[in-house]
T-cell receptor, first 112, second 114 residues
């Protein structure tokens, strides 16, 4: 059974700092990995999708990497802003069914 | 706005009530999902529908009953719920199952069972 772990559970940084969020998974038989952002009490907003054949994806100040063999992904946020404060979730899409597995998330606070 | 709309946004119901959650997507996707998000726990997949057919049911109690009348609409019928069923219920949709499959979520329904 796929298990997804996100470290750290919470992170607080000053504005302008670059930061890295980590995601690890136990089963490398995946189609893709997706990073989401969730604001309190709201739904999930898709940030980046990395296909299993890809190593990284970039969108603006965000860069996500994927190392399938070691079961790891990182989300790099450059020049963080207070508006980046949210919970960041990674989800792994398995290659044999629709059961996308989520990590528990990293709660990020960027202080002005 | 993600293209997936959930109603209502908030719902308070008693344990003897019957209510329904609604999800609608106009993204042309053929797969729709219900997830449950409880406090301090990862999202849990409840049900998956692919082309209106249920393909996943993750041991969800029968007091939750899904319905998918067409590829654009998904319902979750609720009856005789328990207080521990209070959670954020999220609907998602995607186009098939492949490397390109990107899931889009609605804003969720915050359910409180009293």
């Amino acid at each position: 059974k796929q298990e997804v772990t996100q470290i750290p559970a919470a992170l607080s940084v000053p504005e302008g700092e670059n930061l890295v969020l980590n995601c690890s998974f136990t089963d490398s038989a995946i189609y893709n990995l997706q990073w989401f952002r969730q604001d309190p009490g709201k739904g999930l907003t898709s940030l980046l999708l990395i296909q299993s054949s890809q190593r990284e994806q970039t969108s603006g100040r965000l860069n996500a990497s994927l190392d399938k063999s070691s079961g790891r992904s990182t989300l790099y946020i450059a020049a963080s802003q207070p508006g980046d404060s949210a919970t960041y979730l990674c989800a792994v899409g398995p290659s044999n069914n629709n059961d996308m597995r989520f990590g528990a998330g990293t709660r990020l606070t960027v202080k002005p | 706005e993600t293209g997936v709309t959930q109603t209502p946004r908030h719902l308070v119901m008693g344990m003897t009530n019957k209510k329904s959650l609604k999800c609608e997507q106009h993204l042309g996707h053929n797969a729709m999902y219900w997830y449950k998000q409880s406090a301090k726990k990862p999202l849990e997949l409840m049900f998956v529908y692919n082309f209106k057919e249920q393909t996943e049911n993750n041991s969800v109690p029968s007091r939750f009953s899904p319905e998918c009348p067409n590829s654009s609409h998904l319902f979750l019928h609720l009856h005789t719920l328990q207080p521990e069923d209070s959670a954020l219920y999220l609907c998602a949709s995607s186009q098939g199952l492949s490397e390109n499959t990107e899931a889009f979520f609605g804003q969720g329904t915050r359910l409180t069972v009293v």
